[in-house]
């Protein structure tokens, strides 16, 4: 709510001290601090989140007045302590939990309270990652915990994110919730022997956040540049945390270079463009820069992780000026690596797409069709869509309409789906032109395109 | 804080004589270590599911039945009890479970009462 709360708010004239745009800005930029310290002070995920909203809002009315405080940080810190311990004298039924965090708060504030409001804020966002990332949360809550707890975003924003009603989104999270405090999900950094496992949870969800904007599943549009920048922002924010990881580093360079083309991926009117199509002048360059030198620093401390080598993949397309200039053979390469490290079929699908590129399309679409045989990617659109792409390289008009059929079939993101009926309509209009099949009725109008061109081509 | 881990595996699989006496002995070296950490605080294998039971009670009408209320391919088999601090303690204890290696472990926090 305070999100909504401090955006609808004027900007108060004669004090630009704190315009509310600025205030805007400390919010998302530090809610995820503020709540992490208030977690660890209060032990309470519940509490620390309405005494830091309580905070931010006081912030809200007192800081236009009063100017900004010295250390904006600590007040805000300071502030919210004092409220839950308000709260918490206020709640008549205190139950023995709530009392003992009462107990130890007010022990804790012994300390003057100047002092504290001067001392620095310490970040323990690492600990809040793990909790919201903790595997024993369902994928979608956990998603839904770390965009409210790390980035600020309020219920209503993530509903909207997701596609899903905010009452549900309310639901989810306070689910998640009361699972971390009934089943005492840790507020810590995991053991060593759980660490590796436990980071690479907190990255997949970090990377789930980023696609579910760039390759957008559902609905209208292809990209979310929202859920884009929150993806990227959950990276610089891990990537703060634990600077020596080098999947850390490799994940932040990969959504980087990736959404350094968002801009050359949409055309004006909507539609998907492409990689080989994409107008590179339109990739963000100054972003590539930054992604380059992450892969960079990411490769150079030991042997490679698969967000690493994916960036390197993203790495070696962002630094071709033209797509005929790609280097292909490297990409082979690093897909044939990363299958070794993180065997899937959907890997291999990628590695079948640069052979084809690298060897030529028969080579590739041999992988394709031995992936095929083996039936794990069926329900997958892209499989269908990558064998249908090769078989149009190689002229294979008929069967390349067939498999952008099952392609479309299977799809559910809007734009994609446009783009791939264009290409089966392409498909069966050469299908038609090489003689190959008869247009049924309901191809009436597209074997009539065909017949126009074939007129025009003949002219 | 304590859990209550529950030991679900299928019934059905065969062992061998070996294999048997294997799974007795790692479960015994389990539950001395757990037993000699303090987090032990209960534990008890279970009788085959053909032994159960089902009672419900309907409008005051006690109806007793035969088997589990459920069926599944995994069948509660045993559990313990055991202290730890938080759910991270329990699950790692849990992974020690032999059953964890063929069957699966719910991992469960014991309601605290009032009072």
Known sequence: ?459 | MQYMLLIYDSEGRKLSPAEQGQLMQDYMTFTQDIVKSGKFKAGDPLEATGTATTVRVRNGKTTATDGPFAETKEQLGGYYIVEAKDLDEAVTIAARIPGARTGSIEVRPIMKMGG
């Open chain 1, 1 to 459: 709510m305070a999100l909504g709360l401090l955006g609808e708010i004027p900007c108060a004239p004669g004090n630009p001290n704190m315009a509310p745009s600025a205030l805007e800005q400390f919010y998302r930029a530090e809610f995820g601090r503020v709540l992490a310290t208030l977690i660890r002070l209060l032990g309470d995920f519940d509490l620390a989140e309405e005494a830091a909203q309580e905070a931010f809002t006081a912030a809200l009315e007192q800081w236009p007045r009063e100017g900004r405080p010295r250390n904006p940080l600590a007040w805000i810190v300071g502030t919210a302590r004092h409220k839950a311990i308000d709260r918490l004298r206020r709640d008549g039924r205190l139950d023995e939990r709530r009392r003992e965090i009462l107990r130890l708060v007010i022990e804790d504030s012994a300390a003057p309270q100047t002092a504290f409001a001067d001392s620095p804020v310490p970040d323990e966002r690492l600990r809040l990652i793990f909790t919201c990332c903790h595997p024993a949360l369902a994928a979608e809550a956990q998603v839904a915990l770390s965009l409210r707890a790390l980035c600020g975003l309020t219920t209503e924003e993530i509903a909207r994110a997701f596609l899903v009603p905010a009452s549900a989104m309310a639901q989810r999270l306070v689910r998640a919730k009361r699972k971390i405090r009934t089943a005492r999900i840790p507020y810590e950094i995991p053991t060593e022997d759980l660490l590796p496992e436990r980071l690479e949870a907190a990255m997949a969800v970090i990377y789930l956040v980023f696609n579910e904007g760039y390759a957008v599943s559902h609905g209208k549009a292809v990209i979310r540049a929202d859920l884009c920048a929150e993806g990227i922002r959950l990276g610089r924010i891990l990537r703060e945390l634990i600077p020596a990881d080098a999947e850390a580093c490799g994940l932040l360079a990969l959504m980087l270079l990736h959404d350094a083309r968002r801009k050359a991926r949409v055309a004006a009117d909507g539609e998907l463009v492409l990689l080989e199509d994409q107008d590179r002048a339109k990739w963000n360059h100054e972003q590539i820069r930054e992604g380059l030198e992450l892969v960079q620093s990411a490769l150079r401390s030991g042997p490679a992780g698969p967000y690493a080598v994916q960036a390197a993949i993203a790495a070696v397309h962002a630094q071709a000026a033209h797509p005929a200039e790609t280097d292909w053979a490297e990409i082979e390469a690093l897909y044939a690596y990363l299958m070794r490290i993180r065997p899937s079929p959907v890997i291999e699908l990628n590695y079948a797409v640069a052979v084809a590129f690298a060897n030529g399309p028969e080579r590739g679409l041999q992988i394709i069709e031995s992936l095929g045989a083996r039936g794990e990617l069926d329900d997958y659109h892209l499989m269908w869509a990558a064998r249908a792409d090769l078989l149009r390289r190689l002229g294979r008009w008929r069967e390349a309409a067939d498999s952008y059929r099952t392609a479309l079939a299977l799809v559910s993101a809007e734009p994609e789906r446009r783009f791939l009926a264009r290409r089966l309509a392409d498909a069966q209009a050469r299908a038609v032109e090489d003689g190959l099949l008869q247009p049924d009725q309901s191809d009436k109008p597209r074997a009539d395109a065909a017949h126009r061109r074939r007129q025009k081509s003949a002219g």
